[in-house]
């Protein structure tokens, strides 16, 4: 079936880049989605891609999407403590039915000041 | 301001009761979710709604149950046929039917089960 998958933990130091990877396996999406959530909190979306784009960037945010290889990656430039939080990829793709919107398991990342 | 609320922040249940979480949204979106979010297993959807009066079971739907009497409104009752209902539980909302589908999330709603 459709799968999301995220590694659980990355840990960097502040000032530096940090990269979050995400595989997906349908290849019938439509946008893909980093989401991130605080402590104690709901998501917020924090950047998408659409499918037939390989890059997008957003201030200190890359997002890269490689289709061949159904991957999806996010770049946060200049890593600050307070990006410390879990960080969510996200798909639609059509579906049976309609518009089917999956999430991947989070990454915790953690900054050292 | 538009957005989407839930109530309480924590609840604290006994063994054997069923207990109803609240969800509400005034930015006019047809559709509505349920997840579940335990450590390290991400978000797990329960039940969704894309229009008022219909809801469809997600990934875990047992032991929950839903209504969905008003666009603005999609409360979750955890039952006691759950057999381990202690986690975090996210209510979203978003546009139906959409290729784009960025879903707002509500600030969650901690159950204990005691």
């Known amino acids: 079936g459709e799968d999301v998958e995220q590694s659980l933990f990355l840990s960097v130091r502040e000032g530096d880049s940090s990269v979050i990877n995400c595989t997906y396996t349908d290849s019938s999406s439509t946008y893909l989605y980093w989401y991130k959530q605080e402590p104690g909190a709901g998501l917020q979306l924090l950047t998408y891609i659409f499918s037939n784009m390989d890059m997008k960037q957003d201030q200190r945010l890359t997002v890269l999407l490689n289709k061949k290889d159904k991957h999806l990656s996010l770049r946060i430039a200049d890593t600050q403590t307070g990006d410390s939080a879990i960080y969510f990829c996200a798909e639609t793709f059509l579906n049976t039915g309609g518009f089917k919107t999956i999430f991947g398991a989070g990454t915790r990342l953690f900054v050292k000041a | 301001d538009g957005g989407i609320t839930q109530s309480p922040k924590y609840l604290f249940r006994k063994e054997g009761q069923n207990v109803t979480l609240s969800c509400e949204q005034n930015l006019n979106h047809d559709a509505m979710y349920w997840y579940r979010q335990d450590p390290g297993q991400g978000l797990r959807l329960i039940y969704y709604?894309?229009?008022?009066?219909?809801?469809q079971k997600g990934d875990i739907a047992e032991g929950y149950s839903v209504s969905r009497e008003k666009k603005e409104s999609f409360p979750l009752t955890v039952t006691s046929a759950q057999k381990n209902p202690t986690a975090f539980y996210l209510c979203?909302?978003?546009?139906?039917?959409?290729?784009?589908?960025?879903?707002?999330f509500g600030p969650g709603t901690r159950l204990t089960v005691l």
């Open positions: 709604s894309q229009i008022v009066n219909d809801f």
């Open positions: 979203a909302s978003s546009l139906q039917g959409a290729a784009y589908n960025e879903q707002f």
